[in-house]
């Protein structure tokens, strides 16, 4: 063997071949080192646990952590906080930290339930405009084009007054009321990636080998559109919590009783226009901006994370 095929061979030897690389891979790499991506990450998940396991943030005598009212005491009504009740106590004389906590149940659910709602729709029927076009296509862009037109919040208001009364009104109809303005964002968003999507030679190379429509969209088409409507859905659950604790600070979401930030905020108007009491418009207000902030700062780092454009 020659010198020269003996330094190809040794070159050859001493490549090293690195791991199969991804959008996922180096969106990765990208994320783990972006302090924000972690701050958001630890909002997000804090409030998720808080939702669902609130009693690990529950430091406080079991009795007071009865939400029912029975264990509130009239004649500790709005105290200031101290060390036995940390945000003071509410009007009835309820520990506000507990109530707070026990807020975020409502804002999570409506918030995952409604954009859980949005985005199946908004998917369905951008798949259906962008992959089959013609006269479909046209039908359902400009359906979502008036719905556009509309304002969102006073969309929102509008649907709730047509669907019940104070007495009457439900968490779910809030959900509806928030889902049913939200689907064209997320409609007109895929409906563009399917457009990009269904052009590449695998999905005509799937579609000249006899592949159905249905397994086209659901091996090739979905898998590989998704991702942005994933991170766009991430972003709205902040604005929908924030819609939500609106529309309740306004009377017309949720039903007065109902623990949610929302109607901590209205309840403590009247005391803090009198000047006292600022800590029950606090309390709830610090925790609502921090759980939107933390969705929206998740899904802006995502979205930088997955676009090449961006980088």
Wanted: aromatic share 12%; proline share 4%.
């Amino acid at each position: 063997m020659s010198d020269l095929a003996q330094s190809a061979q040794a070159a050859d030897e001493a490549v090293t071949i690195g791991p199969d690389r991804s959008l996922t891979y180096d969106a990765w790499q990208i994320l783990k080192g972006r302090w924000l991506f972690w701050v958001g990450l630890f909002l997000v998940g804090s409030f998720a646990i808080m939702a669902i396991f609130p009693q690990l943030f529950l430091f406080l005598n079991p009795a007071d952590t009865d939400i029912s009212g029975s264990s509130c005491n009239l004649r500790e009504g709005r105290l200031a906080p101290s060390s036995e009740h940390w945000f003071g106590t509410d009007q009835q004389g309820c520990d506000y930290y507990v109530r707070v906590i026990y807020g975020a149940q409502v804002s999570m659910r409506v918030a995952l339930g409604a954009t859980a709602v949005t985005a199946t729709l908004g998917l369905l029927l951008g798949a259906l405009a962008g992959y089959y076009g013609s006269w479909i296509d046209t039908i359902l862009s400009r359906l979502a084009d008036g719905f556009f037109a509309l304002p969102y919040l006073v969309g929102a208001i509008i649907i709730l007054s047509a669907l019940s009364t104070q007495g009457s009104r439900t968490e779910f109809d809030v959900l509806i009321a928030i889902a049913f303005l939200g689907w064209p964002a997320v409609l007109r968003l895929f409906r563009g990636q399917v457009l990009q999507v269904k052009t590449m030679e695998y999905v005509e190379s799937a579609r000249a080998l006899g592949a159905s429509d249905y397994r086209i969209l659901r091996k090739h088409i979905f898998p590989n559109a998704i991702a942005p409507v994933l991170i766009y859905s991430t972003i709205g659950m902040g604005a929908v919590i924030s819609v939500e604790a609106t529309l309740s600070f306004l009377g017309i979401g949720l039903p007065l009783g109902t623990i949610s930030w929302g109607i901590m905020i209205n309840d403590a108007q009247r005391f803090v226009r009198a000047g006292t009491d600022i800590h029950l418009l606090i309390f709830p207000g610090i925790f609502l901006v921090l759980a939107s902030l933390g969705f929206v700062v998740l899904g802006e780092e995502l979205r930088e994370a997955f676009d090449p454009r961006s980088r």
